[in-house]
């Protein structure tokens, strides 16, 4: 899911991309219907637009990554996957501690793509417990 339609299409079996806003719980519904089960992986790649103010892009990375949580609540299964992508931050510290109960395993990971200097890692969490639909 993306902001914007990938152009051009991916024609992949076995992938999905639509147009949406993850913070919008109404794309759920349309996901699940497309899948016809929760999902076994969720990836997240999505990063907040930065804006170079501190206090707003961090308000920014705190709402998407509440809205990655929303999503992992409703679209991925019990024992599924999910690898997302996290910038160095308090609020990302912050989202790793909320969704540890939710998984047996969590380990951060540094792809060797990644620029020098960027902040980014991915966080793999194996092992969904699930929990209530809306709260991870």
Do not use: W
């Not at 899948?35 to 990063?47: K, Y």
């Not at 019990?78 to 395993?105: H, M, N, T, W, Y």
């Amino acid at each position: 899911m993306d902001l914007a339609p990938i152009d051009p299409p991916l024609k992949l079996e076995n992938v999905f991309a639509m147009p949406g806003d993850l913070a919008d719980p109404s794309v759920f519904p349309a996901l699940l219907d497309f899948l016809g089960h929760r999902a076994d992986v969720l990836l997240c790649d999505a990063a907040p637009k930065l804006t170079g103010v501190r206090a707003s892009d961090r308000a920014r990375e705190e709402a998407l990554l509440g809205a990655v949580e929303r999503a992992l609540a409703e679209l991925l299964r019990p024992g599924g996957l999910a690898l997302v992508k996290l910038l160095d931050c308090p609020e990302a510290q912050a989202f790793e501690e909320r969704i540890r109960r939710s998984f047996s395993q969590l380990r951060k990971v540094r792809p060797q793509a990644s620029r020098k200097g960027s902040s980014e890692t991915y966080l793999l969490a194996r092992n969904y417990r699930g929990g209530q639909r809306g709260r991870c």
